[in-house]
Every structure is written in structure tokens, then in C-alpha cells.
Nanobody, 122 residues
């Protein structure tokens, strides 16, 4: 009922920047939290950053001061701007959203995007 489509990943040199985007579409009644998680091979998926509908943000300690998260509620889109990228930022990045749908507006569901690869290497 809800689809999340990510874009913006790629290969970047250490110290470089990338901006990820994630657009939600479908039978959306409301989107409460949107966020980004990442998973490197052999590791667990971890929170990178998230933002609530009123703009409250939370970041992983490892990305504080380097990454910025924002959202456009009118476009149901969340962005992750990543600066001063490091090799340890290399991972598949997944968009996540906590959503209520038009057919069940009182319940919240968790949706994931398909992931976009970010590789930081010289």
C-alpha cells in the first residue's frame, strides 16, 4: 500500500558528499517518522538518522556534525545530506517510514525502501 523509493547513492571519495532522497507514495494517510538506516556486510542494520513530522531529529553518534536529515511533508520525501564521508560510512542505506494508511488511519505501519548503496573509497 505504501512504497518508498530511494535515490542518490554512489561512489564517493573520503571527505566527499552525497545526498540521499526517499519519496513515499501510495495510500498514505499520515507519515509520522521518516528515517535512514544502514547496513554494512556482516553487521546489523543501524539507525543513521530520523526525523518526526514536527521536525525533531535524532542522529547516530558516528554521524553527528557530518550528516543532516530533512523532510518535505508536502512531497512525502526525506533527505539525508552526508558530508565529510568516511570509508566506515560505506553501507547499503535504507529509508524507513512509520505511516498510517487511508484504509486504517488509526494504525501505524513500518515500511522500508529497497536500499541504495553508498561506497566511500579512494
Amino acid at each position: 500500500q505504501v512504497q518508498l523509493v530511494e535515490s542518490g547513492g554512489g561512489l564517493v571519495q573520503p571527505g566527499g558528499s552525497l545526498k540521499l532522497s526517499c519519496a513515499a507514495s501510495g495510500s498514505i494517510f499520515s507519515i509520522y517518522v521518516m528515517g535512514w538506516y544502514r547496513q554494512a556486510p556482516g553487521t546489523q542494520r543501524e539507525l543513521v538518522a530520523r526525523i518526526t513530522s514536527d521536525g525533531t531529529t535524532k542522529f547516530a553518534d558516528s554521524v553527528k556534525g557530518r550528516f543532516t536529515i530533512s523532510r518535505d511533508n508536502a512531497k512525502n520525501t526525506v533527505y539525508l545530506e552526508m558530508n565529510n564521508l568516511k570509508p566506515e560510512d560505506t553501507a547499503a542505506y535504507y529509508c524507513n517510514a512509520e505511516v498510517s494508511v487511508t484504509t486504517l488511519p488509526t494504525l501505524r505501519f513500518n515500511y522500508w525502501g529497497q536500499g541504495t548503496q553508498v561506497t566511500v573509497s579512494s
